[in-house]
């Protein structure tokens, strides 16, 4: 997927367009699309077959609107274009899949254990997954950035769920199954819809699994909140917190991995890596354009509760909508030169979290994580190239990065601190 400058609006053919496939975002141009789009239709119907079709929202207001308004658009019927025209079995159960006022009862407990303070416990268990998947850049030799990040939330997620290392890796491979059963290195053999139903119900399976034991021994860990949370006077079911369970490791390993591959491919051998690094103080806007650059969620969908004009096209009730979080973030109406990568950005209105009652529950973990993770690459390197092809998920849900080769030069003084911690 190309993140810089987009081709001509007036060249793309928005009458060929298919935002659900999948190749165009693993082999394609879908901000090309996006941009021209926003220019000339920024609200969109795209017929997917005889009966289905959706409504794409590009420009950022607009995604707001959807986003934010849940008495004009409703989440309980699916978030996700695979779930197209389907009723989301999680309705009502997990907070992805839920209105207000329930999700906001449900949300609330997940929010307080999930504040700037009360994630601060876990980063030194952060720093030091970010420190051992950093170790192979150490030797000076090629290695796949991209590949290493993909196992980085699960130090977070695991840890604050609770969840044995043990099953990280699988855990990992699964989710992505989820998120990209296009693509080629992760689907199975009998097809795209196989591999997302293998991956739910080993996912399912297992957290069930967890639960059984969990019930017997509750801790201070997200499993254990969820298994005493009540909502109306009555304890979460079996089905619910299965459900939550699955929304919230989905939800961490789609997100943070995707946002530093997504900046360093953009930065690398560019000024603006070395203005970075070179003043801690940029850290935090940093981070935040990172972020906007990135944007890892493709798309989120809504439905229309009740007939809307939006910018002149008639909605009606029960259309999907759905919102490309990736073109409100390059909307130059709210981001100035927004296909520029600018470290010193600000404000900086992104919604890479989404926005509204669904803004992401994860967002204080995912900022921790990444604010971690792009301390150490600069405390430890002194520069960096790409030494091979950048290869990206065939996802229309996530914008990822799965391979990029790296050669990063390391500072004499963080090779004799990984010398002596060896002995």
């Not at 795209?46 to 986003?67: E, I, M, P, R, Y």
């Not at 070179?278 to 940093?286: E, I, Q, S, Y």
């Amino acid at each position: 997927m190309k993140l810089s400058q987009p081709v001509d609006p007036e060249q793309i053919d928005l009458e060929s367009v298919d935002l659900t496939d999948s190749v165009l975002y693993g082999k394609g141009d879908p901000h090309s699309i996006w941009n021209a789009m926003r220019r000339r239709d920024p609200v969109r119907w795209q017929q997917v077959d005889d009966t289905l079709g959706f409504w794409s929202v590009t420009k950022f207001d607009d995604a707001d609107l959807v986003l934010r308004d849940h008495t004009l658009f409703t989440s309980q019927r699916g978030t996700m274009l695979f779930l197209l025209g389907k009723e989301d079995p999680a309705r009502g159960r997990q907070m992805a899949a839920t209105d207000p006022p329930r999700h906001t009862r449900m949300r609330a407990p997940m929010q307080r254990a999930l504040t700037n303070k009360q994630v601060e416990k876990y980063r030194e268990a952060v720093t030091g997954e970010v420190r051992r998947l950093l170790e192979p850049a150490l030797s000076g030799e090629q290695f796949d950035f991209a590949g290493s990040m993909m196992t980085l939330p699960m130090t977070a997620a695991g840890t604050m769920m609770g969840l044995p290392r043990a099953d990280w890796p699988r855990l990992t491979q699964l989710t992505t199954m989820s998120i990209a059963p296009d693509d080629p290195e992760f689907a199975g053999p009998n097809g795209a819809d196989e591999t997302l139903k293998e991956a739910h119900r080993e996912l399912f399976a297992y957290f069930h699994d967890i639960l059984r034991e969990r019930r017997n021994n509750l801790g201070d860990d997200l499993i254990s909140l969820l298994l005493g949370m009540e909502i109306d006077g009555r304890s979460l079911e079996t089905g619910a917190i299965l459900s939550n369970c699955y929304s919230l490791i989905l939800g961490a390993n789609v997100t943070t991995p995707f946002v530093p591959t997504g900046a360093m491919a953009e930065i690398v051998g560019t000024p603006a890596l070395d203005e970075w690094r070179a003043d801690p103080k940029l850290l935090n806007t940093g981070v935040d354009e990172a972020l906007r650059w990135s944007s890892p969620t493709n798309h989120f969908m809504r439905y229309a509760l009740q007939d809307i004009e939006l910018r002149g096209k008639k909605i009606r009730a029960g259309d999907a909508v759905v919102v490309w979080l990736g073109s409100a973030n390059r909307d130059e109406e709210v981001f100035g030169d927004p296909f520029t990568f600018d470290i010193r950005r600000k404000p900086n209105r992104h919604m890479a979290f989404g926005s509204g009652p669904h803004y992401c529950v994860g967002h204080t973990v995912a900022r921790m994580t990444m604010k971690i993770l792009f301390t150490e690459l600069f405390e430890s390197f002194d520069d960096f190239e790409l030494a091979g092809e950048v290869e990206h998920l065939h996802s229309n849900f996530v914008a990822g990065i799965k391979h990029m080769p790296m050669i990063a030069k390391p500072r004499a003084a963080a090779v004799r601190s990984q010398t002596e911690l060896v002995k």
